[in-house]
T-cell receptor, first 112, second 112 residues
Framework: GQQLNQSPQSMFIQEGEDVSMNCTSSSIFNTWLWYKQDPGEGPVLLIALYKAGELTSNGRLTAQFGITRKDSFLNISASIPSDVGIYFCAGQWSGTASKLTFGTGTRLQVTL | DVKVTQSSRYLVKRTGEKVFLECVQDMDHENMFWYRQDPGLGLRLIYFSYDVKMKEKGDIPEGYSVSREKKERFSLILESASTNQTSMYLC???????????FGDGTRLSIL
């Protein structure tokens, strides 16, 4: 199946720095989702976006639904060590069961 | 909060065994999904169900079957386990429309 292009593939940053990652698609979606996955755990939903142009925050996280409906970005401000993990974007088109198309993931590592 | 519970976190089985992975959700969601996650391949959809006793194949259904006799429970069955089915298995559920999928903690399955 299709995977969305997510960049960067991995990031190594210092605690306190801001992080930005993005996700692009060749097709449009009507929902964009961002998940975080810790090693050995299942993905946890961070932010859901439902409208083109929408900007949504969840604590230090901010995500935007691209105006073309083909992209989304996630920013993390003032990173802390527990931000370490893999971040996945996912696009959803409302239809039968609304299957997800996932990004390739961004691995974030934070140093003190 | 949505709770998706997978019956085992770790499971070791032998080649040729019939293996059952169980998933239960407590939010009366219509839709449930089974994925496997492998390094470099991302999350791949095996099967999904949009109602009791209804099921549809995902991207990689070969070697698997599913059962949904009750709304809250979705079972993944490996009819005759093989070593190439060693993987992390993730269950997810969602309500209808634009609502996001919520994942369980995963089952790391090893087939020896």
């Amino acid at each position: 199946g299709q995977q969305l292009n997510q960049s960067p593939q991995s990031m190594f940053i210092q605690e306190g720095e801001d992080v930005s990652m993005n996700c692009t698609s060749s097709s449009i979606f009507n929902t964009w989702l961002w998940y975080k996955q810790d090693p050995g755990e299942g993905p946890v939903l961070l932010i859901a976006l439902y409208k083109a142009g929408e900007l949504t925050s969840n604590g230090r996280l901010t995500a935007q639904f691209g105006i073309t409906r083909k992209d989304s970005f996630l920013n993390i401000s003032a990173s802390i060590p527990s931000d370490v993990g893999i971040y996945f974007c996912a696009g959803q088109w409302s239809g039968t069961a609304s299957k997800l198309t996932f990004g390739t993931g961004t691995r974030l590592q934070v140093t003190l | 909060d949505v709770k998706v519970t997978q019956s085992s976190r770790y499971l070791v089985k032998r080649t040729g065994e019939k293996v059952f992975l169980e998933c239960v959700q407590d939010m009366d969601h219509e839709n449930m999904f089974w994925y496997r996650q492998d390094p470099g391949l991302g999350l791949r959809l095996i099967y999904f169900s949009y109602d009791v006793k209804m099921k549809e194949k995902g991207d990689i259904p070969e070697g698997y079957s599913v059962s949904r006799e009750k709304k809250e429970r979705f079972s993944l069955i490996l009819e005759s386990a093989s070593t190439n089915q060693t993987s992390m298995y993730l269950c997810a559920s969602k309500s209808g429309g634009y609502q996001p999928q919520h994942f369980g903690d995963g089952t790391r399955l090893s087939i020896l």
